[in-house]
């Protein structure tokens, strides 16, 4: 029998439980021993819950009991995840994790910590939630060299965009009702502004390179500013408006970004609504794959912490190998990519605009007061630059085909 702690008996903690008691049987079987949660941490009782007898409010009961094998962390946030995390691996004992945060931040260090310490730092579930990605990259895709991921990495805006696009609706009326629904926080910052997307790309493009993407040096915009018109336009235009978290390699730069992007109705990405998430991989043999699913809510996250815990259980006393040095990567500035943008500008600024872009496909969508077109490919730098002396009312990234 593996004995197993939780840490963190809120939304996904108490999905992992529920999954593994629920789901015990085909659990069991394929961890190869049987699976049973001795301790949960949290500082609350629970009077009536069917565990609360596994309830403790000290976490030394779990870090000193040579019994629990593997401790799942769903605590989120930092402190004291970093310090229970790291004395939990110190102390050879597995952590499979759904904490962003705490893996963008210090994975590296933790990766390294378990495996000098002959256990495993695992967390599938820290991106995509249900969706699995981290061990198609860490395991699947070995003979590729992977060069560029994209993906729709936020359900919140997702389900935002989605509603804007579908009602004609302005992005204040529909974030109000996100938040209503419980799709938002209350403080939606972190979703809406891009922040959490921006985590769990750096995670990925870490995992695609081998060394370290700090997320802290990842140009990040997010979604306020997109509108209604933007998304008439949008139609006109046959695309639609996603918030796109993306890295890619070109001639051994390496560029990472996380922005809204205009996308055509055939790109894979277009079909993923409402709450769902989806990653786009491209491997130079391979060439695409992708793969899409629950990227948020209890069970999915759950389920994903839960496949860590039986890839843990199978490998009690082994490391399971992950390429995720400590040394950072530098970013090349996003202001050097070369890309087209959508941009609008006032109707009395035609003939200027299209005198300082020069050649542009100008895009007709009945918006009184406006001109609006797609330049030709050009730099970052020069098109800010650009869009300046044209007076533009707002702009968008439009992702190549």
Not at 180 to 189: H, L
Request: hydrophobic share 40%; net charge negative.
């Amino acid at each position: 029998m593996i004995q197993v702690a939780v840490m963190g008996y809120g939304t996904v903690g108490s999905g992992v439980v529920e999954v593994i008691e629920k789901n015990k049987d085909e659990i069991n079987k394929k961890s190869g021993e049987e699976i049973n949660i001795k301790y949960i941490l949290d500082l609350r009782d629970f009077p009536g819950d069917p565990y609360e007898n596994k309830v403790v409010h000290d976490v030394e009961m779990i870090l000193n009991d040579p019994e629990v094998k593997i401790i799942c962390e769903t605590m989120g946030g930092l402190k004291p995840a970093y310090d229970f995390t790291k004395r939990a691996l110190l102390g050879g004992k597995s952590v499979c994790t759904s904490n962003k945060e705490l893996v963008a931040t210090h994975g590296p260090e933790l990766i390294q910590i378990a495996h000098e310490n002959k256990c495993n730092y695992l967390f599938e579930a820290s991106v995509g939630g249900g969706i699995p990605i981290i061990r198609p990259l860490n395991y699947s895709l070995t003979a590729e060299k992977i060069d560029a991921v994209t993906g729709i990495l936020n359900g919140t805006t997702n389900y935002i965009l989605s509603k804007m696009e579908k009602e004609g609706a302005d992005f204040e009326d529909v974030l109000k009702e996100a938040q209503e629904k419980g799709y938002a926080e209350r403080n939606p910052e972190a979703d809406v502004e891009g922040y959490d997307a921006c985590r769990k790309i750096a995670i990925l493009s870490s995992l695609m390179c081998g060394k370290n993407v700090k997320y802290q040096d990842i140009d990040t915009e997010g979604i306020t500013k997109i509108t209604a018109t933007d998304f008439v336009y949008a139609r006109a235009m046959r695309k639609t408006i996603k918030l796109l978290a993306q890295s890619r390699e070109v001639d051994g730069k390496f560029y990472a970004m996380v922005a809204p992007f205009m996308i055509s109705m055939s790109h894979p990405l277009s079909m993923v609504n409402d709450v769902f998430n989806a990653v786009c991989i491209h491997g130079n043999m391979l060439g695409d794959s992708m793969y899409y699913g629950r990227g948020a809510g209890k069970l999915p996250t759950a389920s994903a912490v839960v496949s860590d815990v039986v890839d843990c259980a199978r490998h009690i006393g082994k490391v399971i190998m992950c390429f995720w040095e400590g040394e950072d990567v530098v970013l090349t500035p996003n202001d050097e990519a070369s890309r087209r943008f959508f941009v609008r500008v006032p109707a009395e600024n035609e003939k200027k605009a299209l005198h300082i872009f020069g050649q542009a496909r100008v895009i007709e969508a009945d918006v009184p007061g406006e001109f609006a077109f797609v330049t030709e490919a050009m730099p970052e730098k020069e098109f800010k630059e650009k869009a300046g002396e044209a007076g533009a009312i707002s702009w968008i990234r439009v992702e190549e085909e």
